[in-house]
């Protein structure tokens, strides 16, 4: 960079400097005129001196010795605009030139005043309508002018100062449209790229290209200049440069480190500024701050401290303080979470924050990333690069000063010691400093080898620091954080009491083992960790005291831990991992030492303990548990109690739930499950080594009757069938006629997924004979079904068997409809019954059919289906279907079917459409019939419609989503529309209601009734048409053959093969030309 230099006789010479030699300077924004600019030829050949353009040269110089400043830079004159490459440059550092400047004075030529003008308060200054007016607004250039520097002062042509970018905040905003907060300093990446390039819509250049390069700096991008290429070439490279930009962030991002932020203060019930000003005054801390050789500070200190509330609220501090062009980048390390527990991690999100605040510094990490792509980021290698990255970012010139900050070193869990060599190698600069915490480890500070350029922060009260003193004492410390349950569920020792009591388990250590063969390492860490939330829940239902509840408690709160640490130990990608774990187990006894002695009831006050839970998860639970702290007691030696835990009925449902998980498709008797022995999964695993089943296969033998032929063709279609979406789990059944089905459901839930299947997989029921006076045998009275009320079936698709055909529908009575959830699951038809569910149904229809009257739902208990089909190109229709007497999901399809042909219409006018998928919508309704779509695909009623009676599904809420896979909805839709078939014995597709259950109904009045014009709101099915590609490739082979025979037949009676197939081709022509307009026709309208 050359800067100018003013003599003692008031001659100005250029200087050169290296970029980081650089020496305070001003800097001069003005508009240019026609040759009339002192140029860099000019002041190298002494020249120029006549020019008009040397009088802001001259002011320029005196007006930074007044501010103390020996050097000044001019666009004019301190760029060889002949030499291509300094030029680029030039263009390129541009913005960062005007930001590192001390100041800008920005003279304006056409703006005049005098020393006599005021500016009163309620008097514009004569000044002002000149400033307004000023073409430097209009200039394309002299926006980052404006934005870049920190200081920038404008002067009128007389070289009166008439205020700055401050004090003329609002004046420039009105003039100029930017926003206040980019005038006052805030960092333009916080505004969209959009509203960026809007700033420069009404400014001009005198080179259109400039418009674009003009930017290059507001947009921190970086393109060569090609005068030339002309402005819709330039913008083209230049929001081209922005989407590689952008995507490099986005495969960059692993987490982002200021929401993590957020959600800890949250988690912590908020951040107290007087928990953490102590530090301010803290010799350590201050020397850190202002001490150029100070360049590591480690905050260390026991669990529960405060070390993470603690950096929060100096990366506050810093924040407030730093210069706006400095930069923080920090992150949060987490033990029980494996996306956060190494040091690759750490590199990407302090990389991300740092790129996020100065998007120039990307393009050290697109060198690599243009070639590799994601991989750069997720292979055995990103280490290595990230960490070379990362060294040239520190190492950039353009860098200022940059405070990184690493919370919690010790719950780095893979690749620890590279990372405190990192710190403690990288390069030494007055620039960077770096601040750390961690527990108390001697291998950490082994590690860092602190030394005159580090200091050390200890948080331990035994240490002399009064400040800590006397904030614990002062009371802040007494949060709910410290009641004796959070001590006992967070003590040294709980957690791996649980971990050895749960691996001491033989039939969980082969359900381990076959899971990790399976599936990969998160997924079964985030579903394992919801099970054991649910193992918690039912451990506590079977607590009989406090000391048992207290057990139950601890589960829940090391969950997270806990299904870490099986990670860990049986994953095999991670298989150095399982080191770790043997050293754990050898560690074990001491740990339980120390957890007796805590845990002895006659200690009161216990030590703070770090919380190493994942403080969503647990936050979550805690909501659905409604644990009472004030229930819990000192917990007893967990080895006292492994009887309760071993025998408990949870213990067997989370042996189940894991195996069901694992393997998803068998269909082993519900009863029957819990009777399977370790000695018998040993051997089912046995099994599985040689290419067999893991499981029972119950039921259903029908494939296997199959020939061969039949066989292959089902195995193919298997291979065609779509990958399963990220988060989502198939689900496979057979139907009684042998058509094999499957379905993709929201995984969030696996022990919900897991009841769906076992429904869908028609696992057979034990369905108990009805004595004639309603009851089953083994009761003793007639069962009532509170909040529903009896119906007959006469629809001619009910139910199975008996004359009556009565059966219960599931229509909730005037009085039960807030019941329906609970009611109707309890009584539905026999789907996913074990044994004793299904007597509902049978007693209603015994009731019914003894008393021979019928019992009719009243006007209130009226269901509805809202199905939207598109019947136009912009027209969507509501066909609504009144569904009260509807008791099986065979009649419930026959009728969607019926509803939709007569939406649809003519047979003809679908012959080349076919309903293709279904959405589940928000939708708007306005003179009965027109509909508008809202909101995305799945949408279905909240939990306050179902709860005030206007819609119902089971159940609510709806665990498991969608409430039906849409293969499976078109499926049933194209096998009922002639009606019901023969009934199968068991569980069936015709007598079922399994998504007449779950499906959301509209209840009480239709959506129709009394509006015509006004607009009504409502969630239903909206079916998705596409092209029948069966109908499309037989018109096509059949037009083919038509035009053979025709071309055939000419050419035999008039001996001409060129004119018969001549004939044909254009038969063929035609007739694709037809089709394709019908097809596009119907598809429209």
């Known amino acids: 960079m050359r800067l100018l230099q003013r003599s003692d006789t008031g001659d100005f010479s250029l200087t050169k400097f290296r970029d980081e030699a650089i020496p305070p300077y001003a800097i001069l924004s003005h508009t240019w005129g026609a040759d009339t600019e002192v140029t860099f030829e000019d002041l190298i050949n002494g020249t120029g001196k006549d020019k008009p353009g040397y009088e802001k040269i001259r002011f320029c110089g005196e007006q930074a010795a007044l501010d103390d400043l020996e050097y000044f830079w001019i666009d004019t004159c301190c760029i060889n605009k002949s030499n291509y490459a300094e030029l680029s440059q030039a263009i390129n550092s541009m913005f960062r030139w005007y930001g590192n400047a001390t100041r800008c ?34 200039r394309g250039w002299t926006l980052q002018d404006l934005l870049a520097p920190s200081s920038v002062e404008f002067f009128s042509r007389e070289r009166i100062c008439l205020g700055d970018r401050s004090s003329l905040g609002q004046l420039i905003h009105e003039i100029t449209g930017i926003p206040l907060l980019a005038l006052r300093g805030a960092p333009l990446s916080q505004f969209s790229v959009n509203e960026r390039l809007s700033w420069m819509e009404s400014r001009q250049t005198k080179l259109e290209e400039d418009r674009a390069y003009a930017l290059l700096g507001i947009l921190d991008v970086y393109i060569p200049p090609l005068y030339g290429e002309g402005m819709a070439s330039a913008f083209k490279r230049l929001l081209d440069e922005i989407d590689k930009l952008e995507k490099c962030m986005q495969e960059l991002r692993l987490t982002d480190p200021r929401d993590d932020k957020k959600r800890i203060e949250e988690a ?55 210069p706006k062009t400095a930069l923080l980048s920090y ?186 063969d399976k599936v990969s390492a998160p997924k079964f860490e985030h579903s394992f960790r919801i099970m054991l939330g649910q193992f918690a829940r039912e451990l506590g239902n079977e607590a009989r005291d406090k000391r048992e509840r207290s057990v139950a408690y601890v589960v829940r709160t090391m969950a997270g831990y806990v299904s870490n640490c099986i990670c860990k130990k049986y994953s095999i990608e991670t298989d150095m991992r399982s080191k770790e774990m043997d050293q754990l ?56 109690l492994e009887k309760f835990v071993i025998n408990s009925q949870a213990m067997s449902n989370l042996r189940r739930n894991l195996r069901n998980w694992i393997n998803p498709n068998t269909s082993t008797h519900p009863l029957e499950r819990d009777q399977v022995t370790t000695k018998e999964l040993l051997e089912m695993q046995e099994l599985d080594e040689q290419g067999q089943t893991i499981a029972y296969q119950m039921s259903d033998t029908h494939d296997q009757d199959q020939p061969p032929w039949w066989r292959l063709k089902n195995l193919l279609k298997r291979f065609a069938r779509p990958s399963v979406p990220m988060g989502y789990r198939r689900l496979e059944w057979t139907f009684d006629c042998g058509k094999e089905m499957y379905g993709d459901y929201d995984n969030q839930d696996p022990v919900a997924v897991e009841e769906l299947a076992s429904i869908l997989q028609r696992r057979p029921s034990v369905t108990k004979p009805i004595k004639e006076d309603g009851t089953t045998p083994g009761t003793d009275r007639e069962e009532d079904i509170p909040g529903y009320r009896l119906t007959s079936d006469n629809s001619g698709g009910g139910g199975g068997g008996g004359g009556s055909g009565a059966h219960y529908s599931g229509t909730p009575s005037s009085t039960g409809i807030e019941q329906s959830g609970s009611t109707q699951a309890a009584a539905s038809n026999q789907a996913g019954s074990t044994g004793t569910k299904d007597s509902a149904s049978n007693i209603q229809s015994s009731l019914e059919a003894s008393s021979g009257t019928p019992l009719h739902p009243t006007a209130r208990n009226r269901k509805f289906l809202e199905l939207c089909v598109n019947t136009g190109e912009i027209d969507i229709s509501l066909g609504e279907i009144d569904i009260t007497g509807v008791n099986s999901d065979g009649e ?83 096998t009922h529309k002639h009606g019901d078939r023969a009934n ?58 038509l035009s053979f025979v025709v071309s055939a037949l000419y050419s035999h009676f008039w001996h001409t093969q060129e004119q018969g197939f001549g004939i044909g081709q254009w038969m063929v022509a035609v007739l694709s030309a037809a089709m394709a307009a019908l097809y596009f026709q119907w598809a429209e309208t």
């Open 984 to 1041: 199968p014995a068991g569980i069936s597709v015709h007598t079922d209601s399994i998504f007449l259950r779950r499906l959301p109904k509209k209840t009480g009045m239709s959506i129709l009734t009394g509006q015509q014009s006004a607009l009504q709101f409502g969630w239903g099915v909206h079916i998705i048409e596409g092209p029948n590609k069966i109908a499309l490739s037989w018109t096509t082979f059949l037009s083919l053959a």
């Open 892 to 974: 419930l399809f026959k009728r969607i079917y019926e509803r939709y042909k007569d939406l649809r219409g003519h047979r003809m006018r679908r012959i080349f459409l076919k309903p293709d998928d279904v959405h589940f919508v928000h939708f708007s309704v306005q003179g009965r019939y027109r509909v508008g779509i809202y909101g995305q695909a799945l949408v279905i009623p909240p939990e306050d419609e179902v709860k005030a009676g206007r819609y119902h599904y089971e159940e609510c809420p709806l665990k498991v989503q969608p409430p039906m896979d849409y293969r499976t909805f078109l499926h049933y839709m194209n």
């Open 105 to 138: 004075y920005v003279y304006l030529s056409d703006v005049s005043s005098s020393p006599l003008d005021t500016n009163e308060e309620f008097n514009p200054p004569p000044w002002e309508s000149d400033l307004r007016k000023s073409k430097w607004f209009t």
């Open 268 to 322: 912590k019930g908020g951040l107290l500024e007087d928990s953490y000003r102590w530090i301010l005054e803290n010799p350590d801390f201050q020397q850190w701050c202002d001490d150029q050789q100070s360049r590591l500070l480690w905050v260390k200190g026991g669990p529960g401290k405060g070390k993470t509330m603690l950096l929060c609220g100096i990366i506050n501090e810093l924040e407030k303080s730093m």
């Open 585 to 640: 187990s050898s560690q074990l006894p001491h740990k339980r030492q120390l957890l007796e002695r805590l845990l002895n009831p006659e200690l009161t006050d216990a030590e703070e303990i770090h919380d190493e839970g994942n403080s969503e998860d647990q936050g979550r639970e805690a909501e659905e548990d409604n644990w009472d702290e004030n229930d819990m007691v000192s917990l007893p030696h967990l080895e006292q």
């Open 331 to 516: 992150f949060f390390c987490q033990a029980t979470d494996p996306r956060f527990n190494n040091a690759t991690a750490m590199l990407r999100g302090l990389i991300y924050l740092l790129v996020s605040q100065q998007p120039s510094l990307v393009s050290h990490i697109r060198k690599k990333h243009d070639h590799a792509g994601k991989a750069l980021f997720n292979d055995t290698n990103a280490w290595v690069a990230l960490s070379e990255i990362f060294t040239n970012i520190l190492q950039d010139p353009s860098l200022n000063n940059t405070y990184l900050v690493i919370d919690a070193l010790d719950e780095c869990i893979v690749g620890l010691p590279k990372l405190l060599d990192f710190v403690k190698k990288s390069p030494v600069s007055s620039r960077v400093k770096w601040l750390v915490s961690s527990r108390n480890d001697t291998n950490i500070e082994r590690r860092l080898q602190l030394d005159d350029s580090g200091a050390t922060l200890s948080l331990e009260l035994e240490d002399d620091d009064t400040d800590i003193k006397s904030f614990v004492d002062s009371g802040y410390g007494t949060t709910s954080e410290t009641s004796s349950v959070y001590f006992i569920a967070n003590a040294p020792g709980a957690r791996e009491d649980l971990l050895a009591l749960l691996l001491k388990d033989k039939e969980l250590q082969v359900l381990f083992t076959s899971a990790f």
